[in-house]
């Protein structure tokens, strides 16, 4: 419209789509251009609307007034805004009457306080000093920070510490500590003089404490719009005396984030204003005073949902606190006392108490209500179990006499019995038949997704090693599984009833069985002619460590099966092994089976090690497969443990069998020859060495060996 | 009055549990909190509100940066944090304050020292994945993978 010249039409398009025309002389239209219901005004040269007379201009009578009626509604706000409904006359008496009140107390404190600069200033007198201060509340340049540039003298900002995007917080962010008692005054202005008329509103019906912030929210509420609205307007320094309210309107907002707390906001101000009216000295609230006298005790928040440890924390420092409060009270119990007691200790802080009681049980009650678990060991599996095996280290320390037991305690949760929701299908009333209504329990199908198989001759070599490899993939994972479920069928059992026991013990057998089928590879015939299955499995490093974990479950057979299976591969899996490392994992579980072998199977289980086919032919000069075995740290300690096993069988009464046994005594020379002849470089290091490994060797070789080996293997304790 | 005290327990499924004290002793002293920021800042203050999502109100709000075993202060003012950028909160006993190890130093100091360690730091970084460059592998960052 600048470009308007008062001799051109002006068109102005209304919110409610209409058009009028202005008639050139700069007039505005009847209706007048009203802030809230003008959309666009466009000038237009008179040629343009030559033709357009106000015969054919389509507002008529009826539709302005129906027009008219709209706008009234509009302009509504406006009115509150500008016009007669706004009120906007009482804050500046109110802040002058409220800096003369705490003026008193102001100055007193000041003259205590040595804190208190001599630039605390009174809200209504030195309005030029507020605004330089307030000004300052928002840095634009880091630079000039105090804090930052004190630190920051030869840095450019731009190396601002740790690389950190601290740009944000280091602009605009950074206030300056604003003086407490001016703040206080900010925060904590006498709510009677705000909103008198408002008040009456909100009856109350709490006695209870208010926070200083309470009383202004619902009047600052409904005042910030406004007040923001007129600054719009307003230029220059009364800018800087409406900032306080600006500031007392916004951390009213701060205070409110919420819907929840509108419950809190919405009952105000209680019967304080009466008795607080009368005593005005202190600044904050005259509740406090109220509540002082009557419960210097507290009342008691429900501090069962606590940490133990926290709640006895808390109990202490009451404790701790009552004492010292009952000293102070017992030696000044008028109310000079009370007031200059209240002052220190408003002085100490007043902020305190920003969050009320009820506030504070809201958020907390929230919090409790998420974690209120049916079956907390399955939503909070890692604490509960962390939680166990504190207690049973404490159980065995307690066995064991140890010293005082160290208390641990836990945080019990509210525990929610389990409701079963049957979902029930949305159904619409005055609907013909039934509109199926798509939901989270109800989900309906979006995609038409079809699933094609491969034929087998399409694929390449590489894809079916691929899909090979994932094939083994998702049996270890279905395996793993089952193993979960089988690990927790303990902890199952105690918390069952006698009659479902049983079931529990085949469910978990059948799961055993399973398991060992998906090791193994199902096979439909008895022999198991492959071990390409397990193999594959045993590749894998999480395969590897579920085999670990499995066989403890397994029967002995089985057990003895799997092992024989690591055994005749082992070489293959060594080499495969060479960057997880993980197969000494293994070492536990095998010991364990290991030493309730028979004999028989000992005996198999080296020859599977050394790689001998069942009928001892003549022996290679060297035998690689067990050269293999020996140069790994797995695969030695195995051995070991498998040599270990039988010179513990022969020692023993069922060790004549394995005298006698003729394979044996082949194995060994077998053994005992590559143990000679590898070099000693090549060797690994096993896990550990067994004692009887001596013993063992000296029934099959002479001394002179004997003592090579001795050197070699490092048999005798203390030689390292 | 009524001061309020939180603890942070990061037990079930991360959330947290603050507590009210039963303190209504009108002398005591408020408690200082300590929070530590996802980005690794640590701030201190006096916490005057909380809820539900973390949201913090700290005042009187000091930074303090460590390094090794000095640390530094830059007073900070009034602190509101998001819920969601918090790790962890928990209280400061006032007696026990004084009773660290960690010297206290310049504003100036603890930033030349952190800008130092912060270099350190990134050429060793720069070299690894150099090295990693070199051997066909990429490990992204974590902190631009938190991004996502």
């Known amino acids: 419209m600048g470009g308007a010249d008062l001799w051109d039409d002006v068109m102005y398009v209304f919110r409610d789509g209409e058009a009028c025309v202005s008639r050139g002389g700069g007039s505005e239209p009847e209706r007048g251009p009203r802030g809230a219901s003008l959309a666009v005004g466009v000038s237009a040269p008179r040629t343009m609307f030559r033709y357009q007379s106000l015969e054919d201009c389509p507002l008529d009578e009826d539709a302005f007034q129906t027009l008219g009626e709209e706008d009234e509604d509009i302009d509504q706000f406006n009115d509150d805004t500008f016009g007669a409904g706004a009120v906007d006359d009482d804050w500046q008496e109110a802040h002058e009457r409220l800096a003369e009140l705490e003026d008193k107390p102001a100055t007193a404190r000041e003259l205590e306080d040595g804190a208190v600069s001599d630039e605390m200033d009174l809200l209504g007198h030195h309005e030029e000093n507020l605004a330089e201060r307030l000004?300052?509340?928002?840095?634009?340049?880091?630079?000039?920070?105090?804090?930052?540039?004190?630190?920051?003298?030869?840095?450019?900002p731009m190396q601002q510490p740790g690389g950190l995007n601290s740009s944000i917080w280091d602009g605009s962010a950074v206030l300056r500590r604003i003086r407490g008692p001016l703040l206080t005054q900010i925060l904590c202005p006498k709510p009677v003089h705000i909103r008198a008329p408002m008040q009456q509103r909100y009856p109350s019906p709490y006695g209870e404490r208010m926070s200083p912030n309470q009383l202004c929210n619902v009047p600052a509420g409904r005042m910030s719009p406004s007040q923001f609205a007129r600054v719009s307007g307003l230029v220059g320094s009364p800018l800087t005396s409406m900032n306080p309210k600006l500031l007392q309107g916004r951390v009213g907002q701060m205070m409110s984030p919420a819907s929840g707390f509108r419950a809190f906001f919405g009952a105000p101000p209680p019967s304080a204003p009466p008795?607080?009216?009368?005593?005005?000295?202190?600044?904050?609230?005259?509740?406090?005073?109220?509540?002082?006298?009557?419960?210097?005790?507290?009342?008691?928040?429900?501090?069962?949902?606590?940490?133990?440890?926290?709640?006895?924390?808390?109990?202490?420092?009451?404790?701790?606190?009552?004492?010292?409060?009952?000293?102070?009270?017992?030696?000044?119990?008028?109310?000079?006392?009370?007031?200059?007691?209240?002052?220190?200790?408003?002085?100490?802080?007043?902020?305190?108490?920003l969050m009320l009681q009820r506030e504070k049980d809201w958020v907390s009650k929230i919090q409790m209500m998420q974690l209120q678990s049916t079956d907390p060991y399955l939503d909070d599996f890692y604490y509960q179990n962390y939680f166990q095996k504190l207690e049973k280290v404490s159980a065995a320390e307690e066995m064991h006499g140890d010293g005082p037991k160290k208390e641990r305690t836990k945080l019990i949760t509210p525990q929610v019995a389990k409701l079963e929701h049957a979902y029930k299908p949305v159904q619409f009333e005055g609907s013909l038949g039934k509109l199926t209504v798509s939901s989270v329990n109800n989900p309906r199908k979006m995609i038409d997704a079809v699933v094609t198989s491969r034929s087998e001759d399409d694929e390449t070599k590489e894809k079916q090693v691929r899909d090979k490899r994932r094939q083994t993939l998702v049996t270890i994972e279905k395996t793993y599984s089952l193993l979960l479920d089988v690990e927790d069928y303990e902890r199952r059992y105690l918390l069952s009833l006698e009659g479902e026991r049983p079931a529990l013990m085949e469910e978990r057998k059948q799961k055993i069985c399973d398991m060992y089928d998906n090791l193994r590879g199902k096979t439909p015939g008895q022999e198991r002619p492959s071990d390409d299955h397990f193999v594959q499995i045993m590749c894998i490093r999480k395969g590897k460590r579920m085999v670990a974990r499995i066989l403890p479950f397994l029967s002995m057979e089985q057990a003895a099966d799997i092992l024989m299976a690591t055994a005749r591969n082992l070489p293959f899996l060594i080499k495969k092994d060479a960057q997880d490392e993980v197969l000494l994992c293994l070492l536990r579980p095998f010991s364990l089976v290991l030493y309730h072998l028979p004999s028989g199977t000992v005996t198999s289980l080296l020859q599977q090690l050394a790689n001998l086919p069942q009928s001892v032919t003549a022996p290679a000069p060297a035998n690689l497969h067990l050269a293999a075995v020996l140069q790994n740290k797995f695969g030695l300690s195995l051995l070991y443990l498998v040599l270990s096993r039988g010179e513990e069988l022969q020692n023993s009464n069922a060790g004549t069998e394995l005298m006698q046994d003729n394979q044996w005594?082949?194995?060994?020379?077998?053994?005992?020859?590559?143990?000679?002849?590898?070099?000693?470089a090549a060797l690994a290091k096993p896990v550990s060495t067994p004692s009887n490994l001596l013993s063992l060797f000296s029934r099959y070789v002479d001394q002179q060996k004997l003592n090579v080996l001795e050197t070699k293997l490092q048999l005798v304790q203390g030689i390292r | 009055m009524l001061s309020f005290e939180f603890g942070l327990c990061i037990n079930c499924n991360q959330c947290l549990i603050f507590s009210v004290t039963t303190n209504a002793d009108l002398t005591s002293l408020p408690e200082k909190h300590l929070v530590l920021l996802r980005d690794g800042r640590t701030l201190i203050g006096y916490l005057r509100s909380i809820d539900q999502f973390a949201n913090l109100v700290l005042h009187q709000t000091?930074?303090?940066?460590?390094?090794?075993?000095?640390?530094?202060?830059?007073?900070?003012?009034?602190?509101?944090?998001?819920?969601?950028?918090?790790?962890?909160?928990?209280?400061?006993?006032?007696?026990?304050?004084?009773?660290?190890?960690?010297?206290?130093?310049?504003?100036?100091?603890?930033?030349?020292?952190?800008?130092?360690?912060?270099?350190a730091k990134q050429e060793s970084e720069k070299l690894k994945v150099q090295a990693l460059k070199e051997r066909g592998l990429s490990i992204p960052r974590a902190d631009t993978l938190d991004e996502y």
């Open chain 1, 665 to 680: 005594t082949e194995l060994m020379s077998m053994t005992t020859r590559e143990l000679l002849r590898i070099p000693e």
């Open chain 2, 62 to 119: 000091v930074e303090r940066i460590h390094v090794g075993k000095k640390y530094g202060d830059i007073p900070r003012g009034i602190f509101v944090v998001r819920g969601e950028n918090v790790v962890l909160l928990g209280e400061i006993d006032l007696e026990k304050e004084s009773d660290t190890p960690l010297q206290q130093v310049s504003i100036e100091e603890i930033l030349e020292e952190q800008r130092v360690e912060q270099q």
């Open chain 1, 135 to 156: 000004s300052k509340l928002v840095i634009e340049n880091e630079l000039e920070d105090p804090a930052i540039m004190q630190a920051v003298q030869t840095q450019p």
């Open chain 1, 275 to 353: 008795p607080s009216q009368q005593q005005q000295h202190p600044p904050c609230p005259g509740s406090h005073l109220q509540n002082l006298r009557p419960h210097p005790q507290m009342f008691r928040p429900d501090t069962t949902h606590l940490h133990p440890q926290h709640r006895r924390l808390l109990h202490q420092r009451q404790q701790q606190n009552r004492n010292q409060h009952r000293s102070l009270n017992g030696s000044a119990g008028d109310r000079a006392g009370h007031r200059s007691s209240q002052q220190e200790q408003l002085r100490k802080d007043p902020y305190a108490n």
